[in-house]
């Protein structure tokens, strides 16, 4: 089963339940899809032992068989690639990387190169099999390194994907073909807000879903009454303490620092088993 | 006119808190709100909308089943794997057409749809320009350009001083769009590990494309040690720090009454967020007259 843990609002806890989750099992495997900020390995520590480039294949141009026609430009929907006169200029940050101007060039002037876009970085945290991927500084899109990351889930293995905030193309690429999708918030306006966004976000992907109310006691009760009124279970709450935020801040799992949580993470584990799909 | 973007790289620093809070201080300015995808400032600032209007981010493949013929050629270029049983899957179409132009019975036509929203509103704290881009969609990068340049041509007509700008988390297109071309970056972090290795990847990316930063450490009182490790950061990379601001349950319950840290009073956090808005103009006036 792949569990993945989104949130909708930033910094309500996805990567604390996470990384806890993942150390309550003792096993597994790790996947943290976010890789614009990706925090897992700061809480888990894994033993880095392999390192991935990841690129996506870009055009290049050889400009002696180029003819000008400007066919590459006309299917760009990126506009990643101009023809002006004789020069044909190429914005490789706009490139999707989807084939298009190689594809249609009359000249067989484009071959494809590889760009490299992040890392994949894969290790080991106690039993647990980690990966995770890192976008380079500067680099616009997160969802081909996703995928890559991706595709090290193996369906005999159990797993936990650590999504990115938000609702949009680097969330729901982490999120989509997970089993169950725990949403981690916090009852306050925002937290409340950005959670119906997300609610509506895996239920358009079909996939089952639970909460967890982290700093459950600093808001108001609208989250809960938000999640009773659509049948969305809130699965665990954890309370604001200020051993965890302090724990947080060093880079200590919640786990560690209130063992007493193990059972609560077990009950989780055993709530997302039934609930979950597959 | 000056525009300020206040990002964090990782969430929920408190953004959107010190963008509320800058709305209440300043007094000619116009806002943005730039996280698109999960806007939250609207929940603080009460916008009355004025303007509606819908957002085409890119187009999306369609296969007409009765000219199809099951050739699979589309299947093969697809390089997003959006194609099964010939329909094609709206959540992983990248929009690239490589489909279409590949279909040898044209089958599979383009289309534009709707991917969003985008907002002009009047609010007590002066005019914002925000939107709501819709759930899975892609295009947030276009959507904040949209957004920004609506606030800019806003800004120009009234004559105000500033476009202050929420940003969105993370390093990637949405970000690149809200900062591009601002004059000063206002990066909110927190001193714990995760906050400080997410600091140094968006200034990396502020620093990639030129743009000058000032950081504010929020909640710094949660761990001291961070946060002078923080400052120490600062001061080897030149960033000027805009001032540290106390944990206080009271933010929350700003938040709750739908009040900035400003109009809610918070003690020494609406003192200290009052004066990270002045070391801010002082910066963004300095700015202008070292252009000038």
Redesign the interface.
């Known amino acids: 089963m792949i569990i993945s843990v989104a ?6 806890g996805k ?1 604390t339940v996470a990384t806890s989750l993942a150390l309550s099992w003792g096993e597994g495997l790790f996947l943290d899809c ?1 890789v ?2 990706p ?1 897992a390995h ?1 809480f888990l520590k894994p033993h880095i032992n392999e390192r991935i480039s990841v690129g996506i ?1 870009v055009p290049e141009v050889d400009e002696s068989k180029c003819n000008f026609c400007g066919k590459c430009a006309e ?1 760009c ?2 506009n990643a690639i101009v023809v002006i006169k004789k020069k044909v200029l190429f914005f490789p940050e706009l490139c ?5 101007c190689s ?2 060039c009359p000249e067989k002037a484009i071959r494809e190169v590889d760009r490299a876009i992040g890392v994949i970085e894969k290790g080991r945290s106690g039993n647990i099999e980690f990966i995770h991927g890192v ?1 380079n ?6 969802p081909p390194l996703i995928r890559q990351v991706k595709k090290h889930i193996n369906t005999s293995t159990n797993g936990i994907i650590d999504a ?9 690429e982490a999120v ?1 073909g997970s089993d169950f999708c725990l949403l981690v918030t916090e009852p ?3 937290g409340l ?2 959670l119906k ?1 997300a609610v ?2 895996v239920r ?2 079909t996939i089952p879903c639970g909460v967890v109310i982290n700093c459950a006691d ?3 009760e609208e989250v809960a009454r938000y999640c009773e009124n659509e049948g969305i279970p809130i699965l665990m709450t954890v309370p604001w303490d ?1 051993r965890i ?2 724990a ?4 200590i799992p919640l786990i560690d620092v209130l063992p007493e949580f193990q059972n609560s993470f077990s009950q989780l584990s055993a709530a997302i088993e039934r609930l979950g799909r597959g | 006119m000056k525009q300020l973007t206040v990002i ?6 408190g953004k ?1 808190t010190v963008t509320a809070a800058f709305a209440t201080l300043s007094d000619s300015h116009v806002i943005a709100d730039c ?4 806007a ?1 400032l609207h ?1 603080i600032l009460d916008p009355t909308i004025e303007r509606s209007e819908e957002f085409y981010g ?2 999306m493949a369609v296969i007409d089943g009765d000219k199809c013929v099951q050739c699979d050629e589309c299947v093969r ?1 697809c ?2 794997d959006a194609i099964k049983d010939y329909t094609v899957d709206p ?1 992983s179409c ?5 489909c279409a ?2 279909c040898p019975e044209g089958a599979v036509a383009m289309v534009r749809h709707m991917s969003g929203h985008w907002f002009i509103s009047h609010t007590r704290s002066g005019y914002m320009a925000h939107a709501r ?1 819709g ?4 295009n ?2 276009k959507l904040v350009t949209l957004v920004r340049q609506q606030a800019r041509l806003i800004a120009e007509r009234e004559k105000k001083e500033y476009v202050i700008i929420d940003g ?9 769009a809200a900062i591009a071309g601002v004059d000063l970056l206002l990066a909110v972090t ?6 400080i ?2 600091l140094e ?2 200034v ?2 502020a620093n ?2 030129g743009i000058p930063v000032m950081v504010c450490i929020n ?1 710094y009182d ?2 001291p040690d ?1 946060t002078l490790r923080i400052e120490g950061y600062c001061s080897e990379h030149n960033l000027k720090v805009g001032g540290k601001i106390l ?1 206080d ?1 009271r933010v ?1 319950k700003a ?2 009454s ?1 009040k900035s840290v400003i109009e809610y009073p918070c003690g020494e956090v609406s003192e200290e967020v009052t004066r990270v808005w002045q070391r801010v103009e002082q910066q963004l006036k300095h700015n202008e007259s070292q252009c000038s």
Do not use: W
Not at chain 2, 135 to 138: F, L, Q, R, S, T
């Open positions: 949130s909708g609002k930033g910094g309500t990567t976010d614009e900020e925090n700061i294949p299917v929907e990126y999707h990387g989807c084939g298009g594809y249609i976008l500084v500067g680099e616009p899109m997160a990115s905030p938000g609702t949009s193309c680097p969330v729901v989509n306050t306006p925002f807000h950005d966004l509506e976000m358009k992907l600093i808001g108001d200020r935020a302090e947080y801040s060093r880079g | 964090s790289g990782k969430g929920g620093t959107t996280d698109v995808d999960a939250d929940l890119g187009r270029v390089r997003f959540i990248e929009g690239c057409g490589v132009q590949a881009l759930i899975a969609e892609e947030s990068g969105p988390p993370g390093i990637g297109c949405p970000v690149i927190e001193p714990t590990l995760s906050g290795h997410d990847r968006v990396g990316v990639h494309f909640k949660i761990n961070n944990y349950p929350t938040m709750v739908k």
